[in-house]
């Protein structure tokens, strides 16, 4: 049984643990560490070597192995300088097949493991202050608690709650059965899992429905102060196991600021990396915005909370709750039938267009119509307040964003404070495309100087033999920002696995210079 507890200033303090609590904890002592209470003071915990995961394939099939690549690369050398276009685009599409992000490959599923995981036996809690509460007062997110877990078989997890309450009076009518809580919660595990793997989106491990009982300690955490409404847990909720990320992008915006204070001074060259490494970022969003558009998929919840970090500098994209595909499952395109259906996570970062059809609405509409561009005018508005908060815009009279004049020689600066203008333009029909966004961005950083077939291919070339493999000091080293270098490097490959050969030298090449 679980014995109720109290709040004590720290957190929530458990009750007698019960037996076999004590034997899962015995088993895996040195992964119980009461003192991790805020999501992403430490980093994850790693997993045993006999963790009964189960990759799923990512390289692509016919690909070449990386020692074809490197005799392309070989037999093209000499005569790189005088490759015919034709040899290039194919050099470039045969080396693009072999290409795939440096990041730790991910994709894997928990195997055979089916049902519900039960609190005490299969698993316990690793702190009992949920890693979404900074104090017992403040709460990230508005659906769900996030706990640190050590589960017996599959080792140092997160474990989401979705936050499932109820008026008292309501006596739980229907909210605990399995159609409710499908209709209710099943968008944030279903919506990811239906992707292929994509290594800036998160990946669910295991998702069930279970008893609120040994979480209705948490219920203060969840009603707001004055409340004059009986409100409980309902007896049943979704549960969704992940890994833990070290820290957001909210927080790793925080700790860059907190940084560049104590410094107490900034020159051109620092202020370059700062910008650098910001962009990097930027081009990983779009790349899982890219992802997603692909697959017809509206995340609907984009912001700074949404997008966690590794020490790496890699960024994830979680939170699917509010995810929408823009096609039914046989294809068709999805109708918004009323009001109610044209919403988002956050109502004060809609988009021009979701609040204009929602304030509007009087006849069914496309989603499509509504949300093809919606998220990419979220994401400007949100790195353009990073750009903001560290220095790199400011604003005129009427709120518009400009680049500050002494700033204004540092590179890409003003062409990245031009692309987020145009990615938060009003009308959706002006504003620009994810993958135009990407192309720009991407050349701009890593083919900027170049401008012939020979020049693409000779930068292409160099982008995929450079060494990733390299370890490099954690990205929140930011002092010195040392691990911007292998960052680079890492999303350099990720962008030529993302692009098509044809795409990339039309954006670098001028017009009529990349036709055979």
């Given at each position: 049984a679980v014995v109720s507890t109290q709040s004590t200033g720290g957190g929530f303090q458990s009750g007698s643990p019960s037996r076999a609590e004590q034997d899962l904890?015995?088993?895996?002592?040195?992964?119980?560490?009461?003192?991790?209470?805020?999501?992403?003071?430490?980093?994850?915990?790693n997993t045993a070597d006999s963790t009964p995961f189960i990759k799923r394939e990512t390289r692509c099939p016919d690909g070449p192995s990386q020692q074809q690549v490197n005799q392309m690369i070989c037999d093209l050398s000499p005569i790189i300088q005088h490759?015919?276009?034709a040899a290039v685009k194919s050099a470039l599409t045969n080396i693009a097949k072999s290409v795939i992000p440096p990041w730790p490959d991910e994709s894997e599923s928990l195997?055979?493991?089916?049902?519900?995981?039960?609190?005490?036996?299969?698993?316990?809690?690793?702190?009992?202050?949920?890693?979404?509460?900074?104090?017992?007062?403040e709460r990230e997110g508005s659906c769900s608690l996030v706990f640190k877990i050590l589960h017996q078989h599959y080792g140092p997890l997160v474990l989401k709650m979705m936050v499932n309450l109820l008026n008292q009076s309501d006596h739980d009518s229907g909210q605990s059965g399995t159609i409710f809580l499908k209709k209710q919660f099943s968008a944030e595990h279903s919506v990811p899992?239906?992707?292929?793997?994509?290594?800036?989106?998160?990946?669910?491990?295991?998702?069930y429905n279970a008893s609120t009982t040994p979480f209705k300690r948490y219920l203060p955490l969840l009603v707001p102060a004055g409340l004059d409404v009986d409100v409980d847990m309902a007896s049943r909720t979704s549960f969704i196991a992940m890994r833990e990320y070290p820290f957001s992008l909210k927080n790793f915006v925080k700790k860059f600021v907190e940084q560049k204070v104590k410094l107490a001074f900034m020159n051109k060259d620092r202020m370059t990396e700062e910008l650098h490494l910001i962009l990097l970022l930027l081009l990983q969003s779009l790349f899982v915005l890219n992802h997603l558009k692909k697959h017809n998929?509206?995340?609907?919840?984009?912001?700074?909370d949404n997008f966690m970090m590794r020490h790496s500098g890699q960024i994830v994209l979680i939170d699917f709750g509010?995810?929408?595909?823009?096609?039914?499952?046989?294809?068709?395109?999805?109708?918004?039938?009323?009001?109610?259906?044209?919403?988002a996570g956050n109502p004060v970062a809609w988009s021009p267009e979701i609040s204009f059809h929602h304030n509007s609405f009087n006849e069914p509409i496309l989603f499509s119509s509504v949300y093809d561009k919606s998220d990419l005018h979220t994401l400007g508005k949100m790195f353009l307040s990073v750009f903001e908060v560290l220095g790199f815009v400011e604003k005129d009279a009427t709120g518009f964003p400009q680049c500050p004049v002494d700033l204004a020689s540092l590179p890409y600066l003003v062409e990245s404070i031009s692309l987020l203008q145009e990615m938060i333009l009003p009308n959706p029909e002006q504003r620009v495309s994810v993958t135009n966004c990407l192309l720009s961005l991407g050349t701009a950083l890593f083919f900027h100087d170049t401008s012939t077939h020979a020049q693409v291919l000779s930068r292409y070339i160099n982008i995929t033999l450079a060494d990733t493999s390299s370890h490099a000091p954690s990205i929140t080293d930011i002092e010195t920002l040392a691990a911007v270098k292998l960052l680079h490097?890492?999303?350099?490959?990720q962008f030529i696995a993302t692009v098509s050969p044809e795409q990339l030298i039309g954006e670098c090449l001028p017009r009529g210079q990349n036709d055979v």
């Open positions: 904890k015995e088993r895996h002592p040195s992964h119980i560490d009461s003192s991790i209470s805020v999501y992403g003071t430490k980093e994850s915990c490759a015919t276009i195997g055979v493991c089916k049902g519900e995981w039960v609190y005490g036996e299969d698993y316990v809690l690793v702190s009992n202050t949920p890693l979404n509460v900074q104090n017992v007062h899992v239906s992707l292929p793997y994509h290594p800036n989106v998160v990946q669910m491990l295991h998702s998929v509206v995340h609907r919840d984009i912001k700074l509010w995810a929408v595909n823009l096609n039914n499952s046989d294809g068709s395109p999805a109708i918004a039938t009323e009001k109610n259906d044209i919403i490097s890492i999303v350099a490959k």
